[in-house]
Structure formats: structure tokens, C-alpha cells
């Protein structure tokens, strides 16, 4: 594919399941990155990945939330035992290498009942 | 810590109207500097980039140059269309041990009407 793919699109959960979202980045970007916005709020900068590394997981903002990245290309963001807070829309994105041009994913809609 | 402020929106302007949409931005360094544009049901996108002191980047239109003395980005447009409606994000990037950690704007959303 041209771009960056997530999935699901949407996803409607309880509280308190577990959730796992998708990012497939562009070929042979080496960094990816996750982002939550929540309605009418800016980007909140989650996590990063320089090829399948996370130098930095101080973003993320619990430890129900998770991250990971393999063969330096897909990446899953898992967040466990879901509250209503998490709702919002999370995006990824993708560039060659850090400080360059991110190119966004169409983002996931996650809504916790 | 990294931070960027932007003009609070939203900002709604005529067709053909000045526009001015103000960033400033701490950090701990000399950031790469960009604005971001997410158009009605689209993600985001790049609009323009600056990567040092008195660079101007431009697209569409649109410029905004980095102020190393104001710490200052702010985004211009001489003459506004419908199409430009949109929310605009101010972002930087530091180039430092922890370089993908990008910090970014609340979004200002604005509005053109004909």
C-alpha cells in the first residue's frame, strides 16, 4: 500500500476488555510513532519506534497501555482492561527517519461503553 | 520539558481574508519546526516544514518562518479560500537522544466562508 494503514477502523469495546490496535506503516520507514487525540484535544504523543526500539515509554499514560514493533515494519498498540478515558482516536504514523516528514495513518476510533 | 502553544480557535474568516495563526514553542535545543493540516474526514498531513533559524517553509500558499529569537512559527496565508478549512497543527521535533518524541499543538480549527 501508498500509505499508512490502521485497523481497526473503529472499534466499540467494554470496559474493562482488552483492546489491540494495528498500524501498518509505509515500506521502509524506519520510525513509527503513536499519538491518541481525543475529541476537541491536540495530539498526545504516546510512544516511538526507531526500527523494532522504543527508546521511551514514558509517554504512554498507564501500564495498562503496551507497545510493540516487529521485523521493523508492523507495530501493535494494546491497551488492557479498557477504561472509558482511553476513548479517542488513535493514530500512527510513519517517516524514513527521525525529524522527517510523518505521514499519518486514517486512525482508529476506540470507544469504551 | 517540550511544549508548543498555538492561537486558540476556532478561527473563521471571509474568502480572501489575511490569515495569521500563531505558534510559539519551548524547548531544550533547536527544534525542526512543521505545521500539520487535517482536512474535514482526512488524517494529517504535512503542510510545511522548517528545520533551522530563519528558514521559511511554504506550501499552498501557506508560510511560516522560524523565529529563533521569539521562539516563534507563526502560520500565514495572504488570501484564504473555502478548501483551507481545516484544524492546523504546530509541531516540533528535537533532534537529541530522544528524537521521535514530537511534541505538538492543541489544533486550531479554521473555518472559511464565502
Known amino acids: 500500500g501508498a500509505g499508512v494503514s490502521q485497523s481497526p477502523s473503529n472499534k466499540v469495546t467494554e470496559k474493562g476488555k482488552d483492546v489491540e490496535l494495528r498500524c501498518d506503516p509505509i515500506s521502509g520507514h524506519t520510525a513509527l510513532y503513536w499519538y491518541r487525540q481525543s475529541l476537541g484535544q491536540g495530539l498526545e504523543f504516546l510512544i516511538y519506534f526507531q526500527g523494532n526500539s522504543a527508546p521511551d515509554k514514558s509517554g504512554l499514560p498507564s501500564d495498562r497501555f503496551s507497545a510493540e514493533r516487529t521485523g521493523g515494519s508492523v507495530s501493535t498498540l494494546t491497551i488492557q482492561r479498557t477504561q472509558q478515558e482511553d476513548s479517542a482516536v488513535y493514530l500512527c504514523?510513519?517517516?524514513?527517519?527521525?525529524?522527517?516528514?510523518?505521514?499519518f495513518g486514517p486512525g482508529t476510533r476506540l470507544t469504551v461503553l | 520539558g517540550n511544549s508548543v502553544t498555538q492561537m486558540e480557535g476556532p478561527v473563521t474568516l471571509s474568502e480572501e481574508a489575511f490569515l495569521t495563526i500563531n505558534c510559539t514553542y519551548t524547548a531544550t535545543g533547536y527544534p525542526s519546526l512543521f505545521w500539520y493540516v487535517q482536512y474535514p474526514g482526512e488524517g494529517l498531513q504535512l503542510l510545511l516544514k522548517?528545520?533551522?533559524?530563519?528558514d521559511k517553509g511554504s506550501n499552498k500558499g501557506f508560510e511560516a518562518t522560524y523565529r529563533k529569537e521569539t521562539t516563534s512559527f507563526h502560520l500565514e496565508k495572504g488570501s484564504v479560500q473555502v478548501s483551507d478549512s481545516a484544524v492546523y497543527f504546530c509541531?516540533?521535533?528535537?533532534?537529541?537522544?530522544?528524537?521521535?518524541?514530537?511534541?505538538f499543538g492543541d489544533g486550531t480549527t479554521l473555518t472559511v466562508k464565502p
Open positions: 504514523a510513519s517517516s524514513l527517519g527521525l525529524l522527517n516528514e510523518q505521514f
Open positions: 522548517a528545520t533551522k533559524a530563519d
Open positions: 509541531a516540533l521535533s528535537l533532534y537529541n537522544t530522544n528524537a521521535g518524541k514530537s511534541t
